[in-house]
Nanobody, 126 residues
């Protein structure tokens, strides 16, 4: 049983930085591509960034390019999302997701991920 647990959310001011973490348990972490999605109230769940199972490729939504960085630590079974220069429009619940298909590219579709965490709230005040 794959389980994902996010942490690191909170309330910050515009321009601040925050790092989200997501720990995968129940399976071998290195087999999974990992991604972060976010969902603001009344909106769809949108792709933020992802990293392949090999760690060789990353992908970001245009809205976060240059500000957010995704990384993984296979020894810690953890994927990170380092967020900097945060904006009020980054406010959302952030979800971690895992995909065990071992693709060589990052899938940005929610349908591409079989496993999801419960989410962590990020609120950016202006």
């Amino acid at each position: 049983q794959v389980q994902l647990e996010e942490s690191g959310g909170g309330l910050v001011q515009a321009g601040d930085s925050l790092r989200l973490s997501c720990v995968l348990s129940g399976r071998t972490f290195s087999w999974f591509a990992m991604a972060w999605f976010r969902q603001a109230p009344g909106k769809d769940r949108d792709f933020v960034g992802g990293i392949t199972w090999s760690g060789h490729s990353t992908r970001y939504d245009d809205s976060v390019k240059g500000r957010f960085t995704i990384s993984r630590d296979n020894d810690e079974n953890t994927v990170y999302l380092q967020m900097s220069s945060l904006k009020p429009e980054d406010t959302a619940v952030y979800y971690c997701a895992a995909d065990n298909r071992r693709l060589n590219v990052v899938d940005a579709r929610t349908d591409g991920y079989a496993y999801w965490g419960q989410g962590t709230q990020v609120t950016v005040s202006s």
